[in-house]
């Protein structure tokens, strides 16, 4: 079992930045892959990005790509999301998720965390 708290959302104007922060806790040994989702009002949940915790590597979705950053502290159970040049698209709540196995299912879910961008 894993636990994800999800913090470090806000309101900010477009083009700024803000970092989010998804720590772990439980079972973070059976962690393989940590994930961003985001879900904005009226619409489908929608994968932003994700991060191999052993290695390191990462993938994105395009909409983001060259503007938001995964990262991870193993020491600390916690992985990242930086994100500069805000657009008031990029408005939703922001979903960390682990999965348990290679290529399985994200298995545990945040609650989430609210980032606005005004414009």
């Known amino acids: 079992q894993v636990q994800l708290v999800e913090s470090g959302g806000g309101l900010v104007q477009a083009g700024g930045s803000l970092r989010l922060s998804c720590a772990a806790s439980?079972?973070?040994?059976?962690?393989?892959?940590m994930g961003w989702f985001r879900q904005a009002p009226g619409k489908e949940r929608e994968f932003v990005a994700t991060i191999r915790w052993s290695s390191g590597s990462t993938l994105y979705a395009d909409s983001v790509k060259g503007r938001f950053t995964i990262s991870r502290d193993n020491a600390k159970n916690t992985v990242y999301l930086q994100m500069n040049s805000l657009k008031p698209e990029d408005t939703a709540v922001y979903i960390c998720a682990a999965s348990q196995y290679a290529n399985g299912p994200y298995r545990y879910w945040g609650q989430g965390t609210q980032v606005t961008v005004s414009s």
């Open positions: 439980g079972r973070t040994s059976s962690m393989y892959n």
